[in-house]
């Protein structure tokens, strides 16, 4: 969608239009009601304070959507399509990376209660394993809820930089 056809939406589109990046609605609702934008960086500045911090809540909704690592979206949707592309470096055909990270996901899982996210776009599967298997050694998880939060908003700023041009 270009910058002023968002800019020109009605509010209820343009947090449509906003939701794949981040199922956040404080931060859809934020950025749809800043309108108009004069560029794609000013809106790409305005998201990366929005609806700061994140909560536990908004955290989780948000998590619901991203699969594990290594394992790809299924479907049709925006946010499938997004995804499938984030993790292109993650070659699901190399057995030994795809059984690290489907161990190092159900150890993530089992330490921390939810998946594991990381920005994949422009990483290899030996740095997405490497963060994974730092971040297992965290033993704080107030330390390891900020590196999610933090991951979250770098993977929306991203999609909203691919959704809006």
Same mark, same amino acid.
């Given at each position: ?13 343009? +947090? ?22 004069? =560029? $794609? ?7 990366? =304070?929005? &609806?700061?911090?994140?909560?536990? #809540?908004?955290?989780? %909704?948000?998590? =619901? ?7 790809? #979206? ?10 499938? =592309?984030? %993790? ?8 030994? $990376? @795809?059984?690290?990270? /489907? ?6 899982? #089992? ?6 996210? $990381?920005? @994949?776009?422009?990483?290899? /599967?030996?740095? $997405?394993? &490497? @963060? ?13 809820? #900020? +590196?999610? &939060?933090? %991951? ?14």
């Amino acid at each position: 969608m270009l910058l002023e056809q968002f800019n020109e939406a009605d509010r209820a589109e343009a +947090i449509a239009v906003l939701r794949p990046c981040v199922d956040v609605t404080r931060w859809c609702e934020h950025l749809a009601d800043r309108r108009p934008y004069d =560029s $794609i960086d000013a809106l790409v500045a305005e998201g990366g =304070s929005a &609806a700061s911090p994140f909560t536990a #809540a908004e955290v989780e %909704q948000a998590l =619901s959507h991203h699969p594990r690592i290594g394992e790809r #979206a299924g479907g049709d949707s925006t946010e499938a399509s997004l995804s499938r =592309s984030e %993790q292109a470096g993650v070659d699901p055909a190399d057995a030994e $990376i @795809a059984r690290a990270l /489907a161990e190092g996901n159900a150890a993530y899982e #089992a330490k921390f209660g939810r998946v594991f996210l $990381i920005r @994949a776009a422009g990483r290899s /599967a030996g740095e $997405i394993l &490497a @963060a994974l298997t730092e971040r297992l050694g965290h033993d704080d998880d107030a330390e390891e809820e #900020a +590196i999610v &939060a933090q %991951q979250l908003r770098e993977i929306a700023l991203i999609r909203l930089k691919g959704l809006i041009t």
